[in-house]
């Protein structure tokens, strides 16, 4: 057990070839002893610069010290561009996620927008390939006061061997950002990790 911020290996998804985001070492602490209960919390900082790395992840404890009180903690941390020895082999991750103008099915077969957008959100891990097909995966889905879920299922993806959300939202207010998060489970099984997205304003 342990947490951290992975990355993603593909150039394809940063397209950078001065700084090559795609070579950089992702970084996971394993803790040691008893930390007691806590959580780990995931910040964006704002940035108006693409060169500012702002997105950490710490863990915060449940019953916070009294001022002046010392805590110690014990860990190990880890650099690797080895992600998948990271990766627990029963918790998929997301190995894509894209975006579209939403629509609907008419019955000429002919899509038509419906003010709707549409997210393709692919999961993919070592456990997940060993699961049949016609296993009932499905997705714990939520989103903001800022928008609405029209639909959301969940399919086999035969190439990857895993699952594929399909998500469709409506936004309220285009002028506010939208934020949404996605999880697949089997039963009462958590399947995966969660896929947390957040739309921007004026997108």
Known sequence: Q???LLQRRE???FEDLDDR???RPSAWITPKGDWGKGKVELVEIPTNDETNDNIVAYWTPDQLPEPGKEMNFKYTLTFSRDEDKLHAPDNAWVLQTRRSTGDVKQSNLIRQPDGTIAFVV???GADMK???PDTPVAAQT???DNGEIVDS???YNPVTKGWRLMLRVKVKDAKKTTEMRAA???ADQTLSETWSYQLPANE
């Open 11 to 13: 150039f394809s998804r």
């Open 184 to 186: 697949l489970v089997n």
């Open 130 to 132: 060993k699961l049949p």
């Open 122 to 124: 692919d999961f993919v």
């Open 142 to 144: 939520s989103i903001g």
């Open 153 to 155: 299922n969940v399919r």
């Open 2 to 4: 342990g947490f951290g």
């Open 21 to 23: 985001y795609d070579l």
